[in-house]
């Protein structure tokens, strides 16, 4: 892109659009993972710009993006962009206050929002909304074609980007289409370089962890990918365990992410290392790779590059600095760490390192088109056209740069003759966290006011390398620290996710030292809170701790209890069923146990749940989900096995008779199944009920434990009897295409797999008893079949067996032909907005039905 040719981004959407059919965007919803071409996302934007228009909104009205990381996100934005509409984007973790309150001092035409925010607060006023999750319903009578865009500059507003407090009065950025474009261009020179050595790597694939409601996450998720035809992952929810295998199975070529992200996924290696009992080879590899070149590291540590996937090469960080010890650990396991410097004044970068010549601990070299200086002072004092025009506030728009154009940053950083700059620091009186948010002191210190028997307190930002944790140091109406906790709990409740205190200190005397103008003295009381050994410190419940876990699952917090037994998980925390469903399988995985589902469901106190965790469980069962029965050649000797043996033999035994075919007219898998259970052949009977389309691309669920044991038979077997073993897991899982749906632990990486399976076009059979029926009757359903269908999105198509039960007690499998009856019923969908608890319920309520119809 020329900036002599350029005049707006408008100029980026065609090119955008151009890719066509390449994958744009690969995104989790669910359990199901969606593909949006370069295409659809540019037609969904032309449909969106008419809708706008049909709607009222012109050039320069503000329209609210308020929601996490998705192709309908980027649709609104480029559906903005394409009528002249002013993005004013909100981090999708903020509250409805602040949303609100910002669409309030923008003078918001309409609110983009993801299903699950509220927008109904009176701030909002009557203000227009539409959930994403509806966006492409709402604007499919619209036309695909080019949408005639109104006549837009450089110098037009494409967006007002408010900074991360949650002040009274927030703040905006404004943004042009010019200091966006001047961050695009260099860039794109850059790029075309390396060309004709991205073709034999295409398509680079970005998992971009970074919110797009950041400038930055901006320029990895929607500006520089489609400058290389490249995807970029979203992902709905991310665990820092599961990270690794989501790198493999998405072939991501570059995570993009914030310092802390980096920093836990170096500990989840070494966590595992450590698992694996070898932690001490690792040790040693890693010192003697120190010196080694990069090809003979990647070598060295290849057992860990192919555990996240070959194609994997790089970092992208963004949004903090990263302390040298991760850069170090994973320069030294042969990965490139690209590091860059920016701000949302700066409409991103500052200062980038290239990925191929970058110097260790430097944020890289000053950008292209962007002048740098460091004053008497160190601090970074930036000019040119990425520098952003203007700050919003209270209905006003003033400069953001002084006279001579430069713009101080409040950052501190040396420059070595290279040109290369070296950060030390902020003068600003904002906290930037490892997490790349920044958090107001005063925002925090508000909320802790509000709480009774807090009379003032003091926020401070703690570092660590260059980053910061907020601190609370709190002053209480009477002596003690008994009430510190409850009272910051109080507190973060009222807070976004990002602003939560960790720390937390009671200060132990009558008043905070103060200065004549009765402020209180910081430095003196940071020199309180950098006493380690201070027993009034305290630690604010970790989100990795066992309460800090159950209060992000629940959304409640885990309230005092001096009783033994601490809080009641049912009458405390209203822990539902399906809590606990989710619940085990989290604790599962961080603490690495089998839990039994028996004990866990009987325990009611956190306290029980300790013990449960540490009671030296047996080591979890691993449950293996195999991809070899879809493949092709397995597909069709399956199919060759059951038409030319089990068909016949299905109806020279018992024919069934079967109901409600017509229910199934016209249907297309993938479809989710779900049926009584009264024998362990009960697959038998439903296969000849499905149409072929179904039937031959059906995958069933089967006992997780059982097919454990047949896949690793116990040793205490005979030889004969485990290759007994082994040759009917083979059988069962060739012949029937089964997975295992564990009774006890791992079911929820069961249902990840049945997402995967839906996204392959299978069509997934499951009994949501769980086991086979004891006395004929149907048993309840168990509560994660709700959960199932609701993030798979998919067509649910409820059947029942009868006439199966007196063959079962009389151990015989032949009968007059429609003795055996399968109905079938009509096939119901459910919306993600669903209760789970409601869905389990409404399918064995259908299911029942299906019995007397």
Known sequence: MSKGLVESLLNFVEKFAAHGAQIAVRQKRGYRTESWTYARIASEANRLARELDARGIQKGDAVLLWGENSAEWIVAFFGCLLCGAVVVPIDHASSGEFACRVAKEVKASLIFHSGWHAVGHPLCGNTPSIAFESLCGIVAQHDSSAYPSPQLTRQDTLEIIFTSGTTAEPRGVVISHGNVLANIEPMEREIQKYLRYEK????????????????????????????????????????????????????????????????????????????????????????????????RRWWRFRRIHSRFGWKFWAFICGGAALPEQAETFWNRLGYAVIQGYGMTETTSLISVNHPFRSAKRSIGKVFPGMEVRVDENGEILVRGENVASAYRQNGEVRALSEMDGWFRTGDVAEKDDSGRLYFKGRRKNVIVTSAGMNVYPEDLEKALRAQPGVRDCVVLGMGRDANEEPHAVLLMDRPGREWGGSRVDAANQ????????????????????????????????????????????????????????????????????????????????????????????????????????????????????????????????????????????????????????????????????????????????????????ITYLDI???????????????????????????????????????????????????????????????????????????????????????????????????????????????????????????LRLEERFATRPGHVQVTIGEPVRFSMNEDPEHITRELERRVRELHSA
């Open 200 to 295: 034999i790597f295409h398509p680079i694939r970005f998992l971009n962890l970074l919110p797009l409601s950041h400038v930055f996450g901006q320029m990895l998720g929607v500006f520089i990918p489609p400058l290389l035809g490249g995807t970029v992952v979203f992902m709905d929810s991310m665990s820092v365990a599961e990270l690794p295998e989501t790198i493999r199975r998405e072939r991501v070529s570059v995570l993009v992410a914030v310092p802390r992200f980096i920093e836990s996924l170096q500990r989840e290696i070494e966590r595992r290392e450590e698992r694996d009992g070898k932690l001490a080879s690792f040790r040693k590899n890693f010192a003697l790779a120190e010196r080694e070149h990069f090809l």
């Open 684 to 806: 038998a009977w439903i296969l000849p009920a499905l149409p072929a389309r179904l039937r031959n691309r059906l995958a069933t669920a089967m006992g997780g434990e059982r097919l454990a044991r047949m896949r690793r038979p116990a040793k205490s077997l005979s030889v004969g009897e485990r290759m007994l073993e082994h040759v009917r897991y083979y059988l069962a899982t060739a012949l029937f295409n089964v997975f295992p749906l564990p009774q006890k632990s791992g079911f929820m990486k069961s249902f990840g797999f049945a997402g995967s399976l839906a996204d392959r076009s299978w069509n997934i059979l499951v009994f949501p008893e769980g086991q086979t029926t004891v006395d004929g009757a149907m048993a309840p359903f168990r509560t994660g079949i709700g959960l199932l269908a609701k993030q798979l999105n998919v067509p649910v198509v409820p059947m029942h067996l009868s006439g199966l039960y007196d």
């Open 494 to 677: 009222t807070l976004a996710e990002y602003q939560k205190i960790r720390h937390w200190s009671v200060w132990p005397e009558a008043d905070f030292p103060r200065t004549p103008t009765q402020k209180p003295v910081l430095p003196r009381i940071r020199e309180f809170v950098q006493n380690a050994g201070n027993p009034a410190t305290q630690t604010a419940v970790s989100s990795d701790s066992l309460v800090g876990i159950i209060s992000r699952i629940t959304g409640r917090t885990v309230p005092d209890r001096s009783n033994e037994n601490g809080a009641n998980l049912e009458s405390d925390l209203q822990l539902t069923s399906l809590d606990r469903v989710e619940l085990m399988s989290v604790l599962e995985q961080r603490y690495q146990v089998d839990l039994s589902e028996a004990q866990f469901q009987d325990a009611t106190t956190i306290q029980q749940l300790e013990k449960l965790i540490s009671a030296d469980p047996a080591p979890a069962v691993q449950h293996v989900f195999p991809t070899w029965p879809q493949s092709r050649l397995i597909t069709a000797a399956r199919l060759a096995i059951y038409y030319v043996l089990a068909w016949p033999a299905t109806y020279l035994l018992a024919a069934p008779r079967v109901r409600g075919r017509k229910n199934l007219r016209g249907l297309r898998g993938p479809v989710l199944v779900v049926s009584n259970h």
